[in-house]
Structure formats: structure tokens, C-alpha cells
């Protein structure tokens, strides 16, 4: 059999190297860089303009999807109504306004559509003024007889121009687009200052707790108590106000037993929904599955071995509901941690104390203000600023690697699917494919390698958030921040400096190994080479990212996964609940879009100015689609207040900066020969421009920075002088409550009950053969839920049910027209994730009504003055020492002044161990009968600390799944349960309404 020549397959070898090292060196350039740009435009633009008629077709016929804020959202929340027509969302955008948006959807997503109108408009302008000086100047620059042969799409950039004076004009458009952008910046900050003024003076900001509460970290051992705190704050500023504080107890590892009590519920509805499917036809084996790494017994089970799914994930979720409730008995308030809280009687000193906390450090603390109880992350409270340090750091080796380790794949795509012919010179089959169809190839090429790319950036905000989330941020809006600005400098680094210059480099590279001299390299003129070169590529990403905004309105990957998950995947009741409830809108992965796409028109601005026509374009389509979004489909779940706004403006200076220096290559590289440069004077130019920029941050930071972030500087006057000693100053802090509103959430949180479908309910017993609610043990609860409760009627809420009952007591029945958001939005374990921090529902999480405690003592509370008949108790408002309920918790609370009330879930310090305690003896705790009803009721706190008890009531209304009214500060109107004579509640009351028949 005859094979070919060494020589011969040598000389091929040789010849598909040097063409995979000229398609490195020069990927980009080809004669078909104009109808990729066509095909780009017709496809991007032609397909957008289908998905969003698809939208206006579906969103009337499918409110889960398109408005489920219009359709959970209280009245003063909810959007504005709209149309069942075609085309009737349109002008409910137009007419509202950015007040409007303030008050229905949050300050964070009424200061992104502003930072979406400002980009807008700043495009807007330099569009026309880069296409309409630049394009001229660089076509009438190029036109020569050795260029004759050159297309119009290579003539408007600056490539063809060399020799000629017309790098003066991008010196003048470089100034003009500065002054645009600065002027939008500085009427924009303007604006953003009198938002957080009108923010600070809100009521619902001037009712809050955290607005006048301080967060203390770094506290030393020596000083970790409640006294502690208030010499640290005395050491900042000295105020008649003297605060209320609160050491942070160490809660131990209960929060990973409530994480993986979670877990395992989710496990095991996951294992009933699959194999009860078709109730009248079971699968004829039974769901396993393996034991759990973290099971105390998971050593007696041989290596590898399944166990029934049912029966061990019972038995699990049992075992993990002892350990919790002994671990919160036994919570100490003796064992501290690092951190406290300290509340002022008025916004005004704590804002001034924290203020001139700025630059003060007492005891190597720090002490700024707090954010909301919910924004907090609990387990980095904790950590000393040598671990944080620390977390950073490592945080920081895991972006870089993978900022790094994206450039291989980056370089592909750029060398050979940006620009198909380089696949085709080092590919003999495909080669003959490539010319035999030039526009089906044209397309394809300005298709594929966007789409690619895209689906990369779509995951990558998720892998950024993971690896942010141990790096030691304190708050969940800052690690938003965080993953915006990581998500930013990848973009750049890998998109702007390796995608963009790759080529250019190894040309550089490639001609100085060659032993050619340097002085005969062109440095600035291969770069500019390089920057035109890709600059088509840039052109038809954003053309795609046009589609993008389409594809974000039509919300078309949650339909089509909502719909095919509700078919194919047997979904678990919590799940078709979960896919029903409003999602959260991602600010950190748009910003960075928004940033990312200035960044490359900024930089391509005088390289190919028609990219500035196409950004004008994006965000003017988004400007009206992100306002839908933000009004009628997401929730803002970590309000922050606006402060992303820092963020924004500082990437903008960036990328100001970062256009200039590109411009300056580009006039650099005009008048090049050989190693000297003729353009100096067009150099010096530029110069001043960097200067200018920093000069303006530095009066943004001087003028506007801190009226951003502090309602009051220097000596506060007025309120804590006037009301602190008073009988209304007392009763106004009635409602401080801060161990228990800045208590760690585990303490308190319910824990969810498994939930099954009613279809499925006569299987349970036959399915289940261990415990069910009739084998109860004394006072100790069974079941899953927290506090033992007879089996209710689920057709009649508030009544036992029969002796019949198919289902044990150990799960929860959902009805199958119940499976909705609407349905559970009050419960905690889905209104905590989809509720918006509660501004969904028209209450914040620390919310306090004036004169008035709160209802419930994890910190969510109630508004107005409606008392409804559903939260009476039957046997009246006299507790069993014959008070009525407020002299009860009156009394209860004597002494409140000089210390702290912790919720309950704090282990009782013995009277003979106890150091300044801040509670008395005058609790009552000491009764027997008072005790002894404790017990009986829930027998999970017999040791607690007393936070304030209201006697449970008797009859409630019943919510499906077989609960009384979930009472989490119902608003008046929206749910039953509201009595607004009810100021505090006892540990058992967060159990989701339930309460043990008396």
C-alpha cells in the first residue's frame, strides 16, 4: 500500500503550522468583516423585533410569569394596572415616573433605570458626534489612489489614514465625549443625593430600627458585653443619648443544623413527589438512597450501601430536630462573640456617632452603621480582620486563576470562530465548505462566536457569587457590589486586553524572535492594527446583545423551564410554589453589562465609531424593557438604599480614562515611523485628560460622598436631648428590642414541615411506617414541625380532624389549586426568599411603628392601626394572673432601661452566675404555674430567658396546608391575624401559628 513521503507530510505539517501562526497573528481581518456586520444586524435585530411580539403575545394570558409583583404586591406596592391588549404595557412604562418607581419598587431599582437613562442619553449624544465627525474625517483621510480598493466598512476606521492630520479630530471628540460624560455624571450624582435625602427622610426609613442602630466589630474579649459596647461608643462621641446595646451570643453550629434540616425535607419531597407521581400506580421499588456523610451514624451502614429513602430521611429529619432544639436550649448569654449592636433613640446621633467613627478606631474596633437585620451574613460577623484579610486573599487567587485560566479558551474564539477562514486554512475538508458557501459561513460566523461567549457571561455572575460569599463581606448588598466589580475586571482583562490584543502582541513577539530589530517594529501601529481588526467583532456582540434585552422581556428561559419542569420532573408542592413567586433581579450581572458594553464603545469610540450607534441603540431598547422587568416581574431582594451608585461612577471614571488612552494609541500610532513619533503635539494634547477626570472624582468625593451616606454629620441636636428622659422617649423605645431584632435567625427560625400533595394524602400511612402524631411522648412535640399540634381537618381549618385520617401528622397536605405563591406568602420560609425584604408585602424586616412594639420578635412588623376579630383569643385578653395584656408585658418589661431583652432561645444565666443581667427577678420566671405552661406547650425552651409572652389564642383562620394564620406582621386588609393590642410574643408564636390544644 502506497504512503506518502516523509518530506511530503513534513512540508504539510509545516504549512498548516505557519498558517495556524498567521491566523494567531492576524485572526480578525478578512473580506467578509462587512457581511458579518449585515448578517449580524439583519439577524440580531430581526429576531429581537419576533421574541418581543412573542412577549406581547403571552403576557397577557400568563401573570405568574410576566407580572407576579402585580399579582402578590399590596396596594401601595403593586404597578400600575395594565391592559389585556397587545401593545397595552407600553404606556404604564411611559407614565411612570421616577418617584413613582421609589415607592413601588425600591430606591436600588429607581437609581439602576436612572443609571440606564444616563447611559442612554450620553450615547445618545456621542453616537451623533463620533458618527458624524469621525466617519467623515477618517473616509475623506483614506481617500488615495492606493487605497481604491479598499470597502467603505474599512475605510471609516483609522487604519487607512496614516500620514494625514486628522488625529486632531479625535483629540477634539476625546474632550467633547469627556465633558459629555462628566456633565451626566455630575447631574446624575446631583440627583442621586437627593434621592438618599428623601430616602433618610422617608417614613419608612425614619421608623426603622437599623437607621439609628451601629454595628460594632473587632470587639476586644475584655469588652464584650452589653456595658462594653456602650463605652465603645462613648469613646467615639459623647452623647446625652446613651444607646441601647447588644452583645452577639454564640449560637454554636446551629446554623448548619437548620441548613441541613432543610436539605434533608427538600430530599426527602423530592423522593414522595417522584414516587407518588401516580398515586393509583407506585413504582414497584421503593425511593433510596444513601446515608448522609453528616450522620452520627453513618458508620454503621456498610461502605456504599443504599437504605430506604422514606423511612431513613424521617428518622434523619427527627434526629436533626432533637439536636436543634437542645442546642437552642442550651444558647448562653454568658458566651459572646466579637460583634454587638448599639441603638440610639434617634437617626440623627447615631448617624453623627458614626460619622466621627470614620477615622476613629477605639480598641482596634469598627463601627459604622448597620444595615438591615436581614442583609446581614451571620457567619462573617464574626471573623477578626486577620481572617478577613485572609478570605480576601484567597478569594482573590481563585479569581485571578480563573481570569487566567479563561485566556486559552478566549484565544480560540477569537482566532478561529470569530473569523472562520483561519479554521479553514489549517483545515483542508473544511476549507472547500467554507468558499463553496461564503454566506451561509458569513452568517454563522457572526452568530456563533457572540452566542458562545454570551452563554459563558450568563454563569458566570453565579461562579463569581461563590466564590464571594467566604471572602469576609458583612452584608449581602456589599457582596453584590463585590461580584459586580469582580464580574467588571474580568470582562476587561480577558474581552478588552487579551481578546482585543492578543494578535498584536504575537505579531510583536513573533517578529522579535525572527531576530528583526525593534527599532524596526511599529509598536503602536500593530496594536491600532490589531484594535481594527476586531472591532467587527465587537459590532455584531452588540448587535446580539440587543437580542439579549428581547430574550430578558419575554422571560422565555422561565416559561419554557416552568412548563417543561411542571411535565417532566415530578416537582415537589415547595418547588411549583417556589417557580410561582417573583425572582430576584440581578443588579450585580446587569451592571456589569451596562459598564462592559460603555467600556467597548468608549474604547472602540474612534476605532470604528459605528459600535457607538449600536450601544445607543441597547440601551435605548432597555431603557423601556428593564422598566417592565423591574415594575411588573422581579423583586429588589437586598434593598441597600442605592448604593451601587459608588460603584458605577467609579467604573465610569475607569472606563473614561481607559477610551482616552485608546485614543492616544490610535493618534500614536498615525504618525509613526519607525520608532519616532511625529504626533507629539497631539500627544501632549491628550495628556491633560486623566488629570481632569481624577480632578472631578475628587470634588464628587468631597462634595456629595458623605450626604450619601450619613443623614446627620456633627453635633445632633434636637431629639435625644429632648425625649430621652421623658415618658414618650420611654415609650417610644418600648420597640428597640435590638438582641432580638439583630439576633441570629436560627434561634428563631421555623423550621419547614415536608409537604405532600392532597392526591397522595390516603398513601401516607401506607407508605410511612414509623411515627405518627398519636405517638407523642409526655410534652415533647412530634411530627416535623416544631410545636405538636392534633391532626386538623384541612377542608375546615381551625377543627380537629376525624379519627379517619388517612395522613400521619408528620407532613403537610397541599391542595392542588394551593400550589401558588399567593397561597404561602406569609410563610417565612417563602416569603424570607421572594418577599423582597418584605417590600413586596408593604413592611421592612425591622420596621417600627411609633409608640408601639413590635408584634413579633424577630423583627417582622406590623402597620396601622386595624384590629381584626381573627386574633382575639376566645377566653379574652386577660392572661392566667388575671392582667390584661399589655399590663402583663408591662410589667414583664420593668427595668427594660437598663439593659437588654434577648429572645428567647438564650439559656437562663443562674441568679448566683449572673453579671449584670438585664433581666430581674421581676420576670416572673420564678412561678411554677407560669413555667409549667411554657412546658406544656412546646417543652423546647423550659430554661429560657423570658423576651415578653402573650397568651396563645384559641381560634384562629385557617391558611391551607392545615395551619392557623401565620402571624408575621399582617398587614391590616391584606391577611387576618392583626391585633394591634398585641406588642410582644413568646418563642413558640414563630411556629407558624400552631399551638397545642388546651
Known sequence: M?????????????????????????????????NSAVASLGFSLGLAVLVALLFCFLRPYNNVVYAPRAKYADSKHAPPPVSKGLFGWIPPILRTKEQDLVERVGLDAAVFMRVCRMLRNIFSIVAVLGCGIIIPVNVIAANRDENKGVGWFARIQPQYSFGSKSYWAYVVVSYIFDGVILFFLWINYRAIVKLRTDYFNSPDYQRSLHARTLLVLDVPQELRSDEGLARITDEVKATHDMPRTAIARNVKDLPELVEEHEKAVRELEEHLAKYLKNPDRLPAKRPTCKPHKSDKSHGTYPKGSRVDAIEYLTGRIKELEIEIREVRETVDKRNTLSYGFASYQSIPVAHSVAYDARKKAPHNTIVRLAPKPNDLVWKNLNMSKKQRGRQNFINGIWITLLTVLWIIPNIFIAVFLSQLNNLANIWPGFKEEYYAHPTLWAIVQGVLAPALTTAFYFYLPAIFRRLCINAGDVTKTSRERHVARNLYNFFCFNNFIV?????????????????????????FHQFMLGLCGVSTYWITWMLQRNLGAAVDLSQLFTLIWGSFSRRFLSPTPRTLIELSAPQAFDYAGYYNYFLFYSTVALAFSCIQPLVLAVTALYFWMDSFMKKYLIMYVFITKYESGGMFWRSVYNRMMFLTILGNAVTALVIAANGQQGNI?????????????????????????RTFDDEIHYYQKGQAIGDSEGLAGTEEGKKKRKGDRVATRFGHPVLYKPLITPMVASKSQHLLKSIYTGRTSMDQDGATATGYSDVYMDNMDNRQPGKTAGGTSAAPQNWEIVNENEMDFEHYKNRPEFRD???????????????????????????????????????????????????SRSESRDSERKGADVGMVYPAGYHQTPSNLREQSPVGSEHGFSRPGHLARQESRDGLMSTAAPPGRSTPVDHFAGTPGGYGPVRYGNIPGDTPGYNSNEEDTSYDYFRRGRTQGR
Open 833 to 883: 426568599e421572594a418577599g423582597g425584604d418584605g417590600e413586596l408585602f408593604g413592611r421592612s424586616g425591622d420596621m417600627i411603628r411609633p409608640g408601639t412594639p413590635s408584634s413579633v420578635t424577630t423583627g417582622v412588623t406590623r402597620a396601622g392601626t386595624f384590629e381584626s376579630n381573627y386574633s382575639r383569643s376566645a377566653s379574652g385578653s386577660r392572661d392566667p394572673y388575671g392582667r
Open 677 to 701: 513619533n511625529t504626533n507629539w503635539a497631539g500627544l501632549a494634547a491628550m495628556l491633560p485628560l486623566p488629570f481632569i477626570v481624577m480632578g472631578f472624582k475628587w470634588y464628587c468625593a
Open 2 to 34: 502506497w504512503s506518502a513521503p516523509a518530506d511530503l507530510i513534513a512540508a504539510r505539517d509545516n504549512d498548516q503550522t505557519q498558517a495556524f501562526l498567521d491566523a494567531i497573528k492576524s485572526p480578525f481581518y478578512t473580506e467578509s468583516q462587512a
Open 499 to 523: 481578546f482585543s490584543l492578543f494578535s498584536s502582541v504575537f505579531t510583536l513577539v513573533s517578529e522579535a524572535v525572527r531576530g528583526k530589530g525593534w527599532e524596526d517594529i511599529q509598536i
